[in-house]
């Protein structure tokens, strides 16, 4: 379903991507595909000329996203070739990975389900009590480098931190002899999403059914996104059922690229398949919000068997990515719901901080189960840092943001609704400090000190009654970039609504004394008049409190990727 790019990370352990390096050309000929959770043979060879024929156009530039291997390794036999071309013992020979050391003695290994450069994928059996799973086996000697021993490493690491979730492969162990690591996992035999795609009519979904598969992707997303960690290749190759049932559960199955992220942090390399890859990845700024724009894109396809970004050449498609938005008026977009639209474009908006978050997603009106939100509406990370943002703003942009949260009607609020349902956990209609410190909690890079949590509840908590009720949340979760960018003119309405709330005399302008008169704060008011005063006549206009509002969203600084990018 797409070329591949990987222009500044080696994935050691992955052997499901297939990327394009545009350092290393003369290693780029190689293809060679595996399901890092399994598949059935039959099914990986199901509607194989079909798939040919929607790559073949990117076909030349394809090659594993094991960048650094030459292509000798394509050679399973020749499992010395890294060591005689560097001179060395490879990394991965030299590393004690700290994994058990009795496989042989607790697994026996069956059939082949496929193989990437670094290793293979093999259905195998438990001694103990005859379950079948599956097993990766990758190959120590293929570890040239550091870095891709620290890719066995992360992958085993995400594996163990997402396992338990309802729609990841479900990770059992990790063991490692003198020749192999072999990562455990739950055995997947109901094929790849890309295979069910290209098996439908006309290669699209019905509505109910593509709901169904894009709600599962986005929990997979919004629970990596709670972890601190980015998938960075959503595509329907990465995601398998596990069983061949309709009604099979999806898996995220490969995490060869995705990669743990700091609070506040941007990647600065390009990494991802190029059909899929987020405007932001393209321009070396990304983040969790590319996650989401890959799976508006898989939506897309789910509903219309069309990619919305299509050229000849990556190139070509990139620019598409950049430059233009998905055309909905080809069939069969006209007899798709208006529903279904709404949900993709806000998943294929450009501007990372307009597009909806994983968790957001899950609240649309489209992909609720029944009509209903889902039972488990996971806490959305955007909510969280908005919070934790809103203790640090002047009380002039605390006070702009309550007046525009009180414009907003039921129907805007319903995403914000859901996550003040899943914070209040004893449903009493408020959030306590414990309930607020649990939430909190749940953002695992954030280490927040108790001292921390009262302080933010504090500053949410306008009427000072140790408490948070909706309105108040509200006011501190609001996503102004959103407000505007989906609907520009509903977002003038709201703004001027919540301008004439200070502007008392209605002259379009807010005074000190109307500014004093709405907040109620005694002494200089100077202080707060200045923050939003851009053209200092004393006054606050109506575009300078919107710019006021604008500020108050999530912050976009452009910050260096927590990992060394190594430039093209």
């Known amino acids: 379903m797409g070329a591949c790019i990987s222009t500044a990370k080696v994935s050691g352990s992955n052997s499901n991507n297939t990327t394009v390096n545009h350092n290393r050309k003369e290693a780029a000929k190689a293809q060679t595909k595996t399901t890092s959770s399994t598949v059935q043979e039959a099914s990986r060879h199901h509607h194989h000329n079909q798939r040919q024929n929607k790559r073949n156009e990117t076909q030349k530039n394809k090659r594993t996203n094991t960048q650094q291997q030459p292509n000798h390794q394509n050679n399973p ?71 891709a021993v620290e890719d ?53 979904y019905t509505e109910k059914d593509a709901a169904v598969v894009v709600r599962q992707m986005l929990k997979v997303a919004a629970q990596c996104h709670l972890h601190g960690l980015v998938h960075r290749d959503m595509k329907p190759e990465n995601f398998l059922f596990k ?19 700091k609070p506040g942090r941007k990647f600065q390399d390009i990494v991802g398949s190029a059909y899929y890859v987020a405007p ?20 897309y396809i789910l509903l219309c068997g069309r990619r919305p970004f299509w050229d000849k050449t990556e190139d070509g498609i990139f620019k598409e990515v950049l430059r233009n938005k998905p055309d909905f008026r080809r069939k069969p977009w006209p007899s798709v719901s208006s529903s279904a639209k709404d949900f993709v474009k806000k998943l294929l908006v450009k501007d990372p901080r307009a597009r909806l978050t994983a968790a957001q997603a899950l609240s649309h009106p489209w992909v609720r189960e029944g009509g209903t939100a889902s039972a488990e509406i996971p806490i959305d990370i955007s909510v969280l840092n908005n919070m934790r943002q809103f203790v640090k703003y002047s009380r002039l942009k605390q006070f702009a943001l309550r007046a525009l949260a009180s414009t907003l009607d039921d129907e805007e609020l319903s995403d914000l609704k859901d996550q003040f349902d899943a914070i209040d956990v004893d449903k009493n209609g408020s959030i306590s400090l414990e ?22 509840l504090q500053a949410i908590d306008s009427n000072t009654d140790g408490l948070v009720d909706f309105s108040e949340f509200v006011a501190a979760t609001l996503h102004v970039h959103q407000l ?85």
């Open 280 to 299: 932001e990845v393209l321009k070396r700024k990304s983040g969790p919000e590319s996650d989401v724009w890959s799976i508006g894109v898989i939506t």
């Open 484 to 568: 505007e960018e989906h609907d520009s003119d509903k977002w003038q309405q709201r703004s001027q609504a919540a301008f004439q709330k200070f502007d008392i005399d209605k002259d379009g302008f807010i005074t000190p004394e109307e500014l004093r008169t709405h907040t109620g704060l005694r002494g200089s008011i100077d202080p707060l008049l200045e923050e939003a005063d851009i053209d200092k006549d004393g006054k606050i206009s109506l575009s300078e409190f919107r710019r006021l509002l604008r500020t108050a969203s999530i912050s976009s600084r452009n910050v260096t990727s927590p990992r060394n990018p190594r430039k093209i």
């Open 152 to 204: 066995v490493k992360r992958e085993v690491k995400i594996l163990q931190e997402l396992t338990g979730h309802e729609n990841v492969v479900r990770f059992y162990n990790a063991f490692e002899d003198d020749s192999y690591v072999y990562i455990v996992m739950e055995l997947c035999e109901g094929g790849e999403l890309l295979d069910r795609i290209l098996a439908k009519k006309d290669s699209r």
């Open 243 to 261: 069983s061949s049932r309709e009604d099979s559960p999806l898996k995220a199955t490969d995490f060869g690229l995705s990669d743990f992220i």
């Open 77 to 147: 036999k020749d499992k010395h070739g890294a060591r005689r071309q560097s001179g060395l013992i490879p990394c991965g020979k030299r590393t004690d990975f700290g994994y058990d050391k009795d496989f042989d003695k607790r697994y026996t290994i069956g059939k082949l389900l496929g193989h990437g450069q670094f290793g293979y994928t093999y259905v195998a059996t438990d001694k103990a009590n005859g379950d079948r799973v599956a097993v990766k086996r990758i190959e120590k000697n293929k570890m040239v480098l550091p870095i």
């Open 435 to 456: 309930e607020m410190r649990q939430a909190l909690a749940k953002d695992l890079p954030w280490k927040m000190k108790d001292s921390r949590v009262l302080e933010i």
